[in-house]
């Protein structure tokens, strides 16, 4: 049985590598309350057994970008990493205890920031500060003669496709502000727009990897979502609030939450092209959560009949639905689920077709290349692995520098394949 976070973090053990500075023996024993081998570990962030194995070994990993992606990948607090790496206030930390999905204890800005560098985002930290505050206490808005809500939701909508995640993560303090005033009304669609004010907020900060802020704005737009009473709202934010949950280790959690909205999609009877998009994307969603944990035969079920329903959807998404999937995108999943279960070869035969053509935004299309990338990385194949973020680095070039999956991807390209053709160009990108 494994032990729950709560207590793993707060063991002796954990306390000693803390006050060792020892932050691979936190991922070491990370790793073991999963249950995971070195191998299992290295191929969620991209590197080899032996290069997990001296990560957990030194006492200061010389990999700073690895060891944080190493971390994440196992659960471990970035308070704790930080208390472990030294970047800490006053004398010797104290023991750590951490709830489950609680925020990081208090630290001052220029803790946080320091923090925040050392996690190599590419993301100005006084954006997120600035979110930090816009959820602790939501901000004015323009107010009235402003330009209206759902306008300005259309506009950061763009700023997503277009991978621009720095403009809004500066924009949606605002935004938040401006839809919370439009909710005053108690309308159900100024509720579903501010939950969907929400759910933007949740994609753009779990695309970062700022997972504890997902979570918080998440839990935001299902409860506005229920408030409105729309079931595609609903269905969107237990989506969402699902892949959070994935990242934060609770795949169980994340398919029950999952399953239980795909049953109410379901009951409508998919009689609406945007009910049938809705009950593809989150069997996508659910069959790779299932992939995560190594569910082969749910995965793939699953998978297969999100791609059945997906093909009965229109070529071209259509505008304006929460739940934007098309037949290239249930495959572009499939992509996705394999390189999960560890199978390289079905991932890049399910990719074999897609073309940038076939996804209408920046976002997506770099999507596809960064996922066909992963998988022809796993296949151990560094020059297509190169060539895939380079064309993701062309359309959209934050899709490479503010994933830190993607990011150690690269870093692990620059230092084990230097010379191969691409690989300096990736990485002076993200010096940059």
Same mark, same amino acid.
């Given at each position: 049985?494994?032990?729950?976070?709560?207590?793993?973090?707060?063991?002796?053990?954990?306390?000693?590598?803390?006050?060792?500075?020892?932050?691979?023996?936190?991922?070491?024993?990370?790793?073991?309350?999963?249950?995971?081998?070195?191998?299992?570990?290295?191929?969620?962030?991209?590197?080899?057994?032996?290069?997990?194995?001296?990560?957990?070994?030194?006492?200061?990993?010389?990999?700073?970008?690895?060891? *944080?992606?190493?971390?994440?990948?196992?659960?471990?607090?970035?308070?704790?990493?930080?208390?472990?790496?030294?970047?800490?206030?006053?004398?010797?930390?104290?023991?750590?205890?951490?709830?489950?999905?609680?925020?990081?204890?208090?630290?001052?800005? &220029?803790?946080?920031?320091?923090?925040?560098?050392?996690?190599?985002?590419?993301?100005?930290?006084?954006?997120?500060?600035?979110?930090?505050?816009?959820?602790?206490?939501?901000?004015?808005?323009?107010?009235?003669?402003?330009?209206?809500?759902?306008?300005?939701?259309?506009?950061?909508?763009?700023?997503?496709?277009?991978?621009?995640?720095?403009?809004?993560?500066?924009?949606?303090?605002?935004?938040?502000?401006?839809?919370?005033?439009?909710?005053?009304?108690?309308?159900?669609?100024?509720?579903?727009?501010?939950?969907?004010? $929400?759910?933007?907020?949740?994609?753009?900060?779990?695309?970062?990897?700022?997972?504890?802020?997902?979570?918080?704005?998440?839990?935001?737009?299902?409860? $506005?979502?229920?408030?409105?009473?729309?079931?595609?709202?609903?269905?969107?934010?237990?989506?969402?609030?699902?892949?959070?949950?994935?990242?934060?280790?609770?795949?169980?959690?994340?398919?029950?939450?999952?399953?239980?909205?795909?049953?109410?999609?379901?009951?409508?009877?998919?009689? *609406?092209?945007?009910? *049938?998009?809705? $009950?593809?994307? &989150?069997?996508? *969603?659910?069959?790779?959560?299932?992939?995560?944990?190594?569910?082969?035969?749910?995965?793939?079920? &699953?998978?297969?009949?999100?791609?059945?329903?997906?093909?009965?959807?229109?070529?071209?998404?259509?505008?304006?639905?929460?739940?934007?999937?098309?037949?290239?995108?249930?495959?572009?999943?499939?992509?996705?689920?394999?390189?999960?279960?560890?199978?390289?070869?079905?991932?890049?035969?399910?990719?074999?077709?897609?073309?940038?053509?076939?996804?209408?935004?920046?976002?997506?299309?770099?999507? &596809?290349?960064?996922?066909?990338?992963?998988?022809?990385?796993? $296949?151990?194949?560094?020059?297509?692995?190169?060539?895939?973020?380079?064309?993701?680095?062309?359309?959209?070039?934050?899709?490479?520098?503010?994933?830190?999956?993607?990011?150690?991807?690269?870093?692990?390209?620059?230092?084990?394949?230097?010379?191969?053709?691409?690989?300096?160009?990736?990485?002076?990108?993200?010096?940059?």
């Amino acid at each position: 049985m494994l032990t729950s976070d709560s207590d793993i973090w707060a063991t002796r053990e954990a306390r000693e590598h803390v006050e060792r500075r020892a932050p691979g023996r936190l991922v070491r024993l990370g790793r073991h309350r999963l249950g995971w081998r070195q191998t299992d570990l290295g191929v969620r962030i991209g590197c080899s057994a032996s290069t997990v194995s001296r990560l957990e070994a030194n006492r200061h990993p010389a990999d700073i970008r690895l060891l *944080t992606a190493a971390a994440t990948a196992v659960g471990l607090p970035p308070t704790l990493l930080a208390a472990a790496c030294g970047i800490t206030t006053g004398a010797a930390p104290r023991p750590i205890r951490v709830a489950p999905h609680a925020p990081p204890a208090e630290e001052d800005p &220029m803790h946080r920031r320091t923090l925040l560098t050392a996690a190599g985002t590419a993301v100005p930290a006084s954006l997120l500060l600035a979110i930090d505050d816009a959820l602790a206490l939501t901000p004015s808005g323009a107010g009235a003669g402003a330009v209206p809500v759902d306008q300005r939701l259309g506009q950061a909508r763009k700023m997503w496709d277009t991978g621009r995640h720095t403009a809004l993560l500066a924009e949606l303090p605002g935004l938040l502000g401006d839809a919370h005033r439009a909710a005053r009304s108690r309308t159900p669609l100024d509720q579903a727009r501010l939950s969907a004010c $929400y759910l933007l907020a949740t994609q753009v900060l779990g695309k970062i990897g700022r997972y504890e802020r997902a979570r918080l704005t998440a839990d935001r737009a299902t409860t $506005y979502a229920a408030v409105a009473e729309s079931p595609i709202a609903t269905a969107a934010a237990a989506r969402e609030l699902s892949i959070v949950l994935r990242h934060q280790d609770q795949p169980a959690a994340a398919q029950r939450l999952v399953l239980a909205a795909l049953t109410e999609v379901e009951a409508t009877g998919l009689t *609406t092209g945007a009910q *049938t998009a809705a $009950y593809a994307q &989150m069997l996508c *969603t659910t069959a790779y959560t299932a992939a995560r944990t190594g569910d082969r035969t749910r995965a793939l079920a &699953m998978i297969a009949e999100a791609r059945r329903a997906a093909h009965r959807l229109p070529d071209t998404v259509v505008a304006g639905r929460l739940f934007r999937i098309s037949p290239a995108s249930a495959d572009l999943y499939a992509v996705g689920v394999h390189w999960a279960l560890g199978d390289a070869g079905a991932a890049l035969e399910a990719g074999r077709h897609l073309r940038p053509d076939q996804f209408p935004t920046p976002e997506r299309t770099s999507r &596809m290349h960064t996922d066909l990338a992963r998988a022809w990385w796993q $296949y151990g194949k560094p020059e297509q692995t190169a060539r895939e973020l380079l064309a993701a680095l062309r359309v959209s070039p934050a899709e490479v520098r503010d994933r830190p999956s993607i990011r150690t991807i690269v870093g692990s390209l620059s230092s084990r394949h230097p010379r191969t053709p691409g690989v300096r160009e990736l990485t002076l990108a993200l010096a940059r």
